[in-house]
């Protein structure tokens, strides 16, 4: 007969209940805390006095703006996952320039690279 492997479906999860954390899961959430506070870091050290206090604070603001709008769990617009996956890759790329700017090289890319990682597998369990 057939070759192909048996598989069991899986109950779909009810309304409001939502699939139990996993571990990319944290470490995406990291990445994101770590991401906003990468930009008040950046605002706060690398400006002049009056635009410092401004950009420290408007800089994680706006990108904490548009986490919210396109790429958080219950976003404000349902996107394509395409355009969710470039809003993230906006906010991670911008935190590690910011790392980049401050001439902390090594840990931008070390950044980049675990938060980039951590996305593409969090993006792939929300595509399964």
Known sequence: MSETPRVTPKAPLEPGMRAPLTAVDVLAFACELFAFATLAIWGFAAWPFPWNIVVGIAAPLVAILVWALFVSPRAVFAVH????????????????????????????????????????FAGRRRLA
């Open 81 to 120: 996952p395409f355009v969710r996956a470039v809003v993230e890759l906006l906010v991670y790329v911008s935190a590690t320039l910011a790392w980049w700017s401050m001439g902390l090289t090594w840990v931008g890319l070390v950044f980049g690279v675990v938060a980039v990682t951590a996305g593409v």
